[in-house]
């Protein structure tokens, strides 16, 4: 016989709890409230003079887009999760509201982000919650570039055409914008193809956490961006990256700035690695991981996918 019970919902959630809810993690270590508040800042909530339903509160709105790259969801999978979910209701402040967030919320507050330019004020506000938590920049720098994908793209040719000279099909409704990328395109890697973005990240060596972030086309050349993702803050000066960052006349700059630069080599036609280049690639591998994607904290990893959703993009494990 099943029992019945009118603590039943409590009961659940203590449940949850003791098995271990990794979203009341996050919460225990992420200051939502001043992250709602750089997003405010940087792209004010829309205007109520014309009327009609106020929207949801900033805070909500980011932490419901946390659940949808964390676990991978669609605008309209999302919807569901957030009406059927206790877990994702309890975390997003939905537990014992009569309304939810709909697909059409979510894209509208993305377009809120994406105008604004908001983008690197969601990264810079979640790097000042980890330095609030004691998780400075040590050890070294370690960069890297990640491919993010994208929804394929089904276009006839004449679509395809506009949008390569970065216009949009005059006929194409809202419904239909909110559904095509404009910005992702293709590339090849390890003869696979993919269509996205990529992000051109730097952790520090010790808590591998990620300091800096470039977000960048997928067809953009992964060495493009490593000055860009620099992080003078860190407290060492070493500075470790794969081969496909070997740039001679660069890494004379950066040695001449006080870095310790450890780049992996790579042969040349005809002339093989010597052992010594080759054990110090190991040894460089070793320290810089398998990509940084694979090895980052999930929030700080939302952190960097965030930017992608308004430029937006973006790599969980703990």
Same mark, same amino acid.
């Given at each position: ?96 509201? +009569? ?210 959703? +308004? ?8």
């Amino acid at each position: 016989m099943i029992k019945e019970s009118l603590f039943a919902a409590e009961e659940r959630e203590t449940k949850l709890d003791k098995l271990g809810d990794v979203l009341q993690i996050l919460e225990k270590h992420v200051d939502f409230a001043a992250l709602a508040a750089a997003i405010d800042a940087a792209a004010p909530r829309p205007s109520r003079e014309r009327g009609g339903r106020p929207p949801f509160p900033t805070e909500i709105m980011v932490r419901t887009l946390l659940l949808q790259q964390l676990y991978n969801l669609s605008d309209e999978q999302l919807e569901f999760q957030l009406l059927d979910r206790l877990s994702f209701q309890r975390f997003a402040g939905l537990r014992h509201s +009569s309304q939810i967030p709909d697909r059409t919320t979510f894209w509208t507050f993305r377009e809120r982000l994406l105008v604004a330019g908001a983008s690197e004020t969601i990264f810079e506000a979640a790097n000042r919650e980890l330095d609030k938590h004691g998780y400075l920049a040590r050890g070294g720098q370690m960069i890297d570039a990640s491919i993010v994908p994208a929804p394929k793209q089904h276009l006839p040719k004449d679509e395809k055409a506009l949008i390569k000279e970065q216009a949009m099909p005059i006929d194409w409704l809202p419904a239909k914008r909110r559904q095509k990328d404009m910005d992702a395109t293709w590339t090849k890697k390890h003869g696979k193809s993919y269509f996205g973005y990529k992000v051109s990240a730097n952790a520090d060596k010790q808590y591998k956490l990620i300091r800096k972030v470039k977000v960048s086309t997928a067809s953009e050349h992964d060495t493009l961006h490593l000055e860009d993702v620099l992080d003078p803050s860190n407290t060492s000066q070493d500075l470790y990256a794969d081969k496909g960052y070997v740039d001679k006349e660069r890494e004379t700059r950066l040695k001449a700035t006080g870095l310790r630069v450890h780049l992996q080599r790579k042969a040349a036609k005809g002339k093989p690695l010597s052992a010594y280049q080759k054990g110090r690639n190991t040894r460089i591998a070793k320290t810089h991981g398998p990509g940084l994607s694979m090895c980052l904290p999930a929030w700080n990893r939302w952190a960097v996918k965030a930017c992608v959703v +308004s430029d937006w993009i973006g790599p969980l494990c703990n």
